[in-house]
């Protein structure tokens, strides 16, 4: 059974752009979370897709968005980079929602922003 | 006051040892709480959770959970080099339909041979 798969893995932007990340989640499973994690902050929780809604968001400001398609694959976006948007961005993938609490999480997307 | 606190280490202990890794959280409604292991450049995994007070084992790995103190804990026996690894405590409320799981910035555990 194979994993979530993001792409891309790694990716260098500068300030201003926009990005697309894309996760895949482990098939069957319904829920899609995006989490940032950047060494001072550790995870942070961004969005929460399931079947094509979101569930839950963070904190995060209106910039970084997402959404989930009809086959449970996801996209996040961030508009306007800025140097602080460097981090890693996991996705993760639950077969009945973050209800349960066990999420299986890609490898992730490491982004730097100059 | 952040919702979840772990003790950024690095915790050292040797070969053989317990290891002891704990996590306090803020919100009293907290429903159930996770220990995941992160490798060096790699993703977070589920090792444990728990949702009642009390202890709960699998293996060498030990969860303990006490609301009241509102403080959750994992301990490690007969520690491995393997082990050596960043452990991260999550929290979940759930809020009607919705939930989302709150990690700590983790505790950072070295094993020495």
């Known amino acids: 059974k194979a994993g979530v798969t993001q792409t891309p893995r790694y990716l260098i932007k500068t300030r201003g752009q926009q990005v697309t990340l894309s996760c ?3 098939s069957g499973h319904r829920s899609v979370s995006w989490y940032q994690q950047t060494p001072g902050q550790g995870l942070q929780f961004l969005f929460e897709y399931f079947s094509e809604t979101q569930r839950n968001k963070g904190n ?6 997402g ?3 009809s086959n449970s694959r996801s996209e996040m976006n961030v508009s306007t980079l800025e140097l602080g948007d460097s981090a890693l961005y996991l996705c993760a993938s639950s077969s009945q929602g973050a209800n349960t609490g066990e999420l299986f999480f890609g490898e992730g997307s490491r982004l730097t922003v100059l | 006051q952040k919702e979840v606190e772990q003790n950024s280490g690095p915790l050292s202990v040797p070969e053989g040892a317990i290891a002891s890794l704990n996590c306090t959280y803020s919100d009293r409604g907290s429903q159930s709480f996770f220990w995941y292991r992160q490798y060096s450049g790699k993703s977070p995994e589920l090792i444990m959770f728990i949702y009642s007070n009390g202890d709960k084992e699998d293996g060498r ?10 403080y959750v804990s994992l301990l490690i026996r007969d520690s491995q080099p393997s082990d050596s690894a960043t452990y991260l405590c999550a929290v979940k409320k759930a809020t009607g339909t919705a939930s989302k799981l709150t990690f700590g910035t983790g505790t950072r555990l070295q094993v020495t041979l």
């Open chain 1, 60 to 65: 995060f400001p209106g910039r970084f968005s």
């Open chain 1, 24 to 26: 895949s989640p482990i």
């Open chain 2, 61 to 70: 790995f030990t969860a303990q959970l006490n609301k009241a103190s509102q």
């Open chain 1, 67 to 69: 959404r989930q398609f």
